[in-house]
Protein backbone atom coordinates (compact mmCIF):
# COMPACT_ATOMS: atom_id res chain seq x y z
CA UNK A 1 0.00 0.00 0.00
CA UNK A 2 2.54 2.31 0.91
CA UNK A 3 4.33 5.16 3.26
CA UNK A 4 5.89 8.02 2.69
CA UNK A 5 8.18 9.97 4.76
CA UNK A 6 8.73 13.76 4.09
CA UNK A 7 11.87 15.98 4.86
CA UNK A 8 13.64 19.07 3.87
CA UNK A 9 11.47 21.76 5.49
CA UNK A 10 12.94 24.22 8.02
CA UNK A 11 12.78 28.23 8.26
CA UNK A 12 13.72 30.33 4.83
CA UNK A 13 13.19 34.14 4.77
CA UNK A 14 10.40 35.59 2.37
CA UNK A 15 11.42 35.16 -1.15
CA UNK A 16 14.00 32.21 0.09
CA UNK A 17 13.57 28.63 -1.66
CA UNK A 18 13.60 24.89 0.07
CA UNK A 19 13.68 21.68 -1.48
CA UNK A 20 11.10 19.05 -0.45
CA UNK A 21 11.43 15.41 -0.06
CA UNK A 22 8.84 12.21 -0.10
CA UNK A 23 10.26 9.19 0.06
CA UNK A 24 8.12 6.17 -0.54
CA UNK A 25 8.05 2.59 0.17
CA UNK A 26 6.48 -0.10 -2.07
CA UNK A 27 7.94 -1.88 -5.58
CA UNK A 28 5.31 0.22 -7.28
CA UNK A 29 5.51 3.69 -6.72
CA UNK A 30 5.90 4.24 -10.19
CA UNK A 31 2.23 3.80 -11.05
CA UNK A 32 0.79 6.10 -8.54
CA UNK A 33 -0.15 9.78 -9.06
CA UNK A 34 1.59 11.47 -6.63
CA UNK A 35 0.66 14.97 -4.94
CA UNK A 36 1.99 16.72 -2.16
CA UNK A 37 -0.36 18.78 0.05
CA UNK A 38 -0.26 21.66 2.81
CA UNK A 39 -1.77 22.97 5.87
CA UNK A 40 -1.58 25.84 7.36
CA UNK A 41 -2.50 26.28 11.48
CA UNK A 42 -6.32 27.01 11.20
CA UNK A 43 -7.25 25.66 7.79
CA UNK A 44 -7.82 22.67 6.18
CA UNK A 45 -5.48 20.60 3.92
CA UNK A 46 -5.20 21.77 0.64
CA UNK A 47 -3.57 19.66 -2.53
CA UNK A 48 -1.54 22.20 -4.22
CA UNK A 49 0.72 19.95 -7.21
CA UNK A 50 0.59 16.71 -8.31
CA UNK A 51 2.08 14.58 -10.65
CA UNK A 52 0.80 11.72 -13.01
CA UNK A 53 3.02 8.23 -13.22
CA UNK A 54 3.66 10.10 -16.86
CA UNK A 55 5.26 12.74 -15.62
CA UNK A 56 2.79 15.31 -16.00
CA UNK A 57 2.20 18.12 -13.33
CA UNK A 58 -0.66 19.90 -12.26
CA UNK A 59 -0.14 22.93 -9.52
CA UNK A 60 -2.93 25.12 -7.30
CA UNK A 61 -3.20 28.63 -8.56
CA UNK A 62 -1.59 29.51 -5.24
CA UNK A 63 2.07 28.21 -6.22
CA UNK A 64 2.24 28.09 -10.01
CA UNK A 65 4.85 29.71 -11.89
CA UNK A 66 6.70 29.32 -8.28
CA UNK A 67 6.72 25.49 -7.47
CA UNK A 68 8.02 22.87 -9.37
CA UNK A 69 6.99 19.04 -8.70
CA UNK A 70 9.02 15.87 -10.11
CA UNK A 71 9.32 12.52 -9.06
CA UNK A 72 12.18 10.22 -9.55
CA UNK A 73 10.74 6.32 -9.93
CA UNK A 74 13.98 5.00 -9.45
CA UNK A 75 14.80 6.28 -6.32
CA UNK A 76 10.89 6.58 -5.25
CA UNK A 77 11.27 10.12 -4.13
CA UNK A 78 9.04 12.41 -5.26
CA UNK A 79 10.17 16.52 -4.59
CA UNK A 80 8.97 19.49 -4.47
CA UNK A 81 11.51 22.73 -5.61
CA UNK A 82 9.81 25.58 -4.03
CA UNK A 83 10.87 29.18 -5.02
CA UNK A 84 9.59 33.28 -4.30
CA UNK A 85 8.82 31.80 -0.95
CA UNK A 86 5.94 34.02 1.08
CA UNK A 87 5.05 34.18 4.27
CA UNK A 88 1.40 32.35 3.43
CA UNK A 89 3.52 29.53 2.45
CA UNK A 90 3.75 28.77 5.80
CA UNK A 91 2.10 25.34 6.57
CA UNK A 92 2.95 21.41 7.39
CA UNK A 93 3.53 19.98 3.72
CA UNK A 94 2.87 16.13 3.16
CA UNK A 95 2.86 13.98 0.34
CA UNK A 96 0.39 10.92 -0.75
CA UNK A 97 -0.86 9.06 -3.59
CA UNK A 98 -3.89 11.07 -5.33
CA UNK A 99 -6.12 8.43 -5.46
CA UNK A 100 -6.44 6.34 -2.38
CA UNK A 101 -4.93 8.61 0.39
CA UNK A 102 -2.89 5.80 2.60
CA UNK A 103 -2.65 6.93 6.07
CA UNK A 104 -0.56 10.45 6.61
CA UNK A 105 3.27 10.96 7.63
CA UNK A 106 4.04 13.33 10.12
CA UNK A 107 4.81 15.90 7.31
CA UNK A 108 7.93 18.45 7.05
CA UNK A 109 7.17 21.94 8.47
CA UNK A 110 7.69 25.31 6.09
CA UNK A 111 8.23 28.50 7.90
CA UNK A 112 8.63 31.30 5.70
CA UNK A 113 9.59 34.40 7.79
CA UNK A 114 11.97 37.51 8.32
Known amino acids: QGQFVESGGGLVQPGGSLRLSCAAS????????MGWYRQAPGKQRELVAD???????NYSDSVKGRFTISRDNAKNTVYLQMNSLKSEDTAVYYC????????WGQGTQVTVSS
Open 26 to 33: GSIFRLYA
Open 96 to 103: NKILYPVA
Open 51 to 57: ITSGGST
